[in-house]
């Protein structure tokens, strides 16, 4: 079946770093992938829409500055956290999907711990 | 923002058929319903989704009203391995694909 490939798994880094996060579908072509942020015991939040091609699609409340998103291929998007702090450690997880009325395929996600 | 709301959480004897209710008054015709769990610190997995006539596959069966204002996902047997958090979303072409809350379903041995 469909698969989508995040990575890392895991970072842990200094206050102040720049964390790139990949998303890749492995075996379909997505024109849109989404982004997401889950914190302990919460569900999952929906932060950005990623288009090929074109500007990503931010939620409101989330700062476009601060999470940098490129969707550059149709089989890659990729989630910049620019000069992570301490409160933007969380669990990130993107989504995939071949077709708007298929199912959205899930990364097994990315703990950031920002130190 | 999700449409749907489920319950907080559910318990269910191992063996037994798990029923998790989802209400989804406001969906529009477009839009189907999908189901999917997640596993303590893992992506969510897909389940199951339906549009208006019931579904069955080798991991659940869907069950939509035929108003389409709420839906059952029913896990035949239940196993430990099925605790988890289940996600009912409803999602259409041109929409953000939105979690809820979901249901915390414990499997008790």
């Known amino acids: 079946g469909a698969v989508v490939s995040q990575h890392p798994s895991r970072v842990i880094c200094k206050s102040g770093t720049s964390v790139k996060i990949e998303c890749r579908s492995l075996?379909?072509?997505?024109?849109?992938m989404f982004w997401y942020r889950q914190f302990p015991k919460q569900s999952l939040m929906l932060m950005a829409t990623?288009?090929?091609?074109?500007?990503?699609?931010?939620e409101q409340g989330v700062e476009k500055d601060k999470f940098l998103i490129n969707h550059a291929s149709l089989t890659l998007s990729t989630l910049t956290v620019t000069s992570a702090h301490p409160e933007d450690s969380s669990f990130y997880i993107c989504?995939?999907?071949?077709?708007?009325?298929?199912?959205?395929?899930f990364g097994d996600g990315t703990r950031l711990s920002i130190l | 923002d999700a449409k749907t709301t489920q319950p907080t959480s559910m318990d269910c004897a191992e063996g037994r058929a798990a029923n998790l209710p989802c209400n989804h008054s406001?969906?529009?015709?477009?839009?189907?319903v999908y189901w999917y769990r997640q596993i303590h610190s893992q992506g969510p997995q897909y389940i199951i989704h339906?549009?208006?006539n019931n579904e069955t596959n080798e991991m659940a069966s869907l069950i939509i009203t035929e108003d389409r204002k709420s839906s059952t996902l029913i896990l035949p047997h239940a196993t430990l391995r099925d605790t988890a958090v289940y996600y009912c979303i409803v999602y259409g072409l041109g929409n953000q694909f939105y979690f809820g809350t979901g249901t915390s379903l414990t499997v008790i041995p």
């Open positions: 075996d379909f072509q997505a024109t849109t």
């Open positions: 339906g549009l208006k």
């Open positions: 990623s288009n090929e091609g074109s500007k990503a699609t931010y």
């Open positions: 406001t969906i529009s015709g477009n839009e189907y």
């Open positions: 989504s995939a999907n071949a077709y708007s009325n298929q199912p959205q395929h």
